[in-house]
């Protein structure tokens, strides 16, 4: 097993894995780790779907178009859950509160599912494992992948994770230094200076991108990242939250 260092420092993100399964004891490792994973007032407001069956994969590329879903070993999706909660209050003739109509319902599901996926990703990766997170299985279409995966009322998709043998091994992204990452007491005020810093930085990813290993782009950071948040305008979420019986008020 990889000392914890390495496997937080020089993770990167895998997108083509060997045909290698996974042994059965390192599938149950990352199991007890998800499961010992910190959430909102102990009440695990997630669950996990593990999907080992190839011709469900398939469907999710088929959607996605993102060849790291048919080509892992399994693939992990970790969801917002409060069906639990609700089957059992009613069985014991508890009222169930509205939170699933509130914001901070929703958020504390997706930070619970979130945290549940990290300690799969540091599981997994300690074990010499690729992982890659899909966070498009959320917005790709999100009523057929409810479908597929059949997904009751008060459950929702916050993110994929797919794990296998790795076959590929990509260079290490460059992140932000630690001033634009970490703020001491209260946030920065010198935008000046943040802007300084964020310009080297949008430089540093350009030249990553220009000359990374297994295929170059000239991409930069800030407007490859705009691109997205345009493109993610059109995501219709919020209908989502609704037909999984999330009526946000407040």
């Known amino acids: 097993m990889k000392d914890i260092k390495s496997t937080l420092l020089d993770r990167t993100s895998i ?7 996974i042994p059965q004891e390192t599938m149950e490792f990352i199991y007890r780790a998800v499961e010992n994973t910190p959430t909102s007032y102990n009440g695990q407001q997630f669950s996990v779907i593990d999907i080992d069956d190839q011709d469900l994969k398939e469907k999710l590329y088929e959607l996605t178009n993102q060849k790291q879903l048919k080509t892992c070993n399994r693939l992990l999706i ?3 859950d409060y069906n639990k ?4 209050a009613a069985k014991k ?3 169930m509160p509205q939170f699933t109509n509130t914001m901070d319902g929703v958020v504390i599901g997706i930070i619970d599912a979130s945290l549940a996926m990290m300690s799969a990703v540091v599981a997994a990766e300690a074990c010499g494992l690729g992982t890659n997170c899909v966070g498009y299985l959320r917005t790709v279409d999100p009523a ?3 479908e597929l995966l059949q997904l009751p009322k008060g459950v929702f998709v916050v993110c994929g994770l797919a794990i296998g043998v790795p076959r590929e091994h990509p ?5 932000m230094p630690t001033p634009l990452v ?3 007491n209260h946030y920065r005020h010198d935008s ?3 802007i300084e810093e964020l310009e080297a930085y949008d430089e540093v990813v350009k030249h990553y991108n220009a000359t990374r290993a297994g295929g170059t782009s000239t991409n930069d950071w800030v407007a490859h990242i705009l691109d997205y948040y345009d493109h993610a305008m059109a995501y219709r979420i919020l209908d989502y939250l609704k037909a999984q019986g999330y009526d946000i008020k407040h």
């Open 93 to 95: 003739g508890l009222d």
């Open 85 to 88: 909660i609700s089957l059992l």
């Open 182 to 184: 970490f703020h001491r």
């Open 192 to 194: 000046e200076k943040m």
């Open 144 to 146: 057929k992948v409810a």
């Open 171 to 175: 260079d290490l992204k460059p992140k």
């Open 78 to 80: 970790f969801l917002s």
């Open 15 to 21: 997108r083509r894995y060997e045909r290698e399964a």
